[in-house]
T-cell receptor, first 117, second 111 residues
Framework: NAGVMQNPRHLVRRRGQEARLRCSPM?????VYWYRQLPEEGLKFMVY????????ESGMPKERFSAEFPKEGPSILRIQQVVRGDSAAYFC???????????????FGSGTRLTVV | DQQVKQNSPSLSVQEGRISILNCDYT??????FLWYKKYPAEGPTFLIS?????DKNEDGRFTVFLNKSAKHLSLHIVPSQPGDSAVYFC??????????FGTGTRLTIIP
């Protein structure tokens, strides 16, 4: 039973390029969450999605960032025109239903480390 | 505005002894608290949680204590083992699907 799969594990982009981060949730999980961890900081919530719906994007920067979770395929976090401050570890998590923040927590992937040069 | 604080960036404990990791929060709307463990180059792994209606939850070697009046929780690991060396994150939820994390405490278990 594969866990939450994120790819790529490492991504290097030049300033101004686009970064696309992919997340395949655990089998049977229909809820996906994206978090970002800046150096020396904790994880910060970005967005919560269900299939074809964005439920809560209160943590997403207003510009350049977007997320989707299509009916088929992985969830995608897209960062346009990357800047050095976007360099961080981006973690995806999934849960089978509501309640992922209570008794059983989320299941996190291993993250994508984005470096903007 | 750091709503969840872990004031000790690091902690070293002798193998076999008790490890106590602390966490403070400011948001009185938080009603679930979770601890995650993270190894380098991996994602956080859920350890244990506690509801705000309880003051203690135990799972094997891990016990979480919640003091609502002090807005403080702690994770006790006993006995500590070398495999417990990791970064531990405290997280809190208002009962929605969003977690607010602390900055983590790096625990080192000394053999």
């Amino acid at each position: 039973n594969a866990g939450v799969m994120q790819n790529p594990r490492h991504l290097v982009r030049r300033r101004g390029q686009e970064a696309r981060l992919r997340c395949s949730p655990m089998k049977g999980h229909s809820h996906v969450y994206w978090y970002r961890q800046l150096p020396e900081e904790g994880l910060k919530f970005m967005v919560y999605l269900q299939k074809e719906n964005i439920i809560d994007e209160s943590g997403m920067p207003k510009e350049r960032f977007s997320a989707e979770f299509p009916k088929e395929g992985p969830s995608i976090l897209r960062i346009q025109q990357v800047v050095r401050g976007d360099s961080a570890a981006y973690f995806c998590a999934s849960s089978p239903s509501f309640g992922g923040t209570t008794n059983y927590g989320y299941t996190f992937g291993s993250g994508t480390r984005l470096t903007v040069v | 505005d750091q709503q969840v604080k872990q004031n000790s960036p690091s902690l070293s404990v002798q193998e076999g002894r008790i490890s106590i990791l602390n966490c403070d929060y400011t948001n009185s709307m938080f009603d679930y608290f979770l601890w995650y463990k993270k190894y380098p180059a991996e994602g956080p792994t859920f350890l244990i949680s506690i509801s705000s209606i309880k003051d203690k939850n135990e799972d094997g070697r891990f016990t979480v204590f919640l003091n609502k009046s002090a807005k403080h929780l702690s994770l006790h690991i006993v006995p500590s083992q070398p495999g417990d060396s990791a970064v531990y994150f405290c997280a809190a939820s208002e009962g929605n699907e969003k977690l607010t994390f602390g900055t983590g405490t790096r625990l080192t278990i000394i053999p």
